[in-house]
């Protein structure tokens, strides 16, 4: 089983308002991040949120396959929404895949590239590049959780990968997808013209 967090915690700073909130095609940005992740292979999506974007996120009480958990303490950056999400893995889960929300062109196709690696590796890091850059998603295997726990202010997993560089099953992709986040309003004009 491969569990998934949807990282959307952060405070928006740089965008300089809510950019979870920004709409294309009807949706919300984080409304997109949720649906890819629906749509592909994997068995649960876990969206970590702080106390403020928790409203953008509606999960019915009938779909068991989404969960809402709120970061409270959001200023001590990704690694503590990282920490919330592990703790709100199933227990039958054998990996993680961590997202980022203001991500959204990352398709299920994507998803299901680095999943189906992790069946045929289930020991190895998957990590996704496109020509020869580091993208996200990343799956890591339950067996380094406690690695990734420790971390501490406002990391990712990009530490755990340069700390355990013989343990990355490299996915070659053909889609920058991986790359394009929303940090400045540039970007999501950026996203919006390519989607449009």
Known sequence: MISSLLLAAGLSRRYGREKLE???????????????????VIDEVI????????????TPPHQDRVKKVVNPSPLDGMS????????????????????????????????????????????QIVAPRFKEQQGNPVIIPRILW???QALRGDVGCKAILTGHPSQIEWVEMDDDAIL?????????????SRWN
């Open 22 to 40: 920004e709409l294309i095609h009807q949706k919300t940005l984080i409304e997109w991040a949720i649906d890819q992740l629906k749509a592909s």
């Open 47 to 58: 969206v970590v949120v702080n106390p403020e974007t928790s409203r953008l996120v509606q």
């Open 80 to 123: 503590s929404s990282i920490r919330c999400g592990l703790e709100a893995c199933s227990p039958k889960s054998e990996a993680v895949l961590i997202a980022h929300a203001d991500m959204p062109a990352v398709n299920p196709g994507i998803v299901d590239q680095l999943a189906s690696r992790w069946e045929l590796k289930p020991g």
């Open 146 to 148: 406690d690695e990734v």
């Open 180 to 192: 394009l986040d929303v940090d400045r309003v540039e970007d999501w004009e950026r996203l919006r």
